[in-house]
């Protein structure tokens, strides 16, 4: 029969991208060890993913539904060594190496049952890639030289006679830099 008890400390991000536990093994006669345990090997890994494991100490990657995203860690209660309880480690964001990856993503929301109701629930994956695409998309549309496609709105008019006339919306392709090639030019 295995008597021994384990202590379960701290869990922590190493620089390596890993999700560590402190862990202490007190064995029946008195000794104990002293451990480290992966218990996610590669964060990264996991987060692209959408944050399987295969430990029981360590639970999906759960949201708060407002861009932070966490991983629940049982730990032991500082007060009482037989009870458990579950801390919440932060999810990082993503690092600039990952950003072509996330935006070669696929964006998946799930749904999953909270307290009877099914809810949309968006994994880190996909809340990032979306992140980065909105922020692409804004940058290419609000801070561009010159307007790649311009738009004449749709209008109506009533004309010397008094008939109504309507003006359809037109759009028209810019494929000239224009003045801003004689800009340009200058320097």
């Not at 996991?46 to 399987?52: C, M, R, T, V």
């Not at 966490?70 to 932060?90: A, Y």
Request: aromatic content about 10%.
């Amino acid at each position: 029969m295995d008597d021994n008890k384990i202590i379960k400390g701290q869990a922590w991000i190493s620089a390596t991208g890993s999700l560590l536990q402190d862990q202490i093994c007190i064995y029946p006669d008195g000794r104990s060890t002293s451990n480290v345990v992966a218990l996610i090997p590669d964060i990264w890994e996991n987060l692209f993913s959408g944050g399987g494991n295969n430990q029981e100490d360590v639970d999906y990657i759960w949201t708060n539904n407002k861009g932070f995203y966490f991983w629940k860690v049982k730990t032991t209660d500082i007060g009482d060594d037989s009870i458990e309880v579950e801390v919440f480690i932060q999810c990082p964001k993503p690092r600039y190496e990952d950003i072509e990856r996330l935006l070669s993503t696929e964006l998946d929301p799930r749904t999953v049952e909270v307290n009877g109701n099914s809810v949309e629930e968006i994994p880190w994956v996909t809340y990032w890639a979306e992140r980065y695409r909105t922020t692409l998309k804004n940058a290419e549309d609000k801070l561009a030289i010159q307007k790649k496609e311009i738009v004449f709105p749709g209008t109506s008019y009533i004309d010397q006679h008094g008939n109504t006339v309507e003006v359809e919306e037109k759009r028209e392709t810019n494929y000239e830099l224009g003045s801003i090639a004689n800009l340009l030019s200058m320097f």
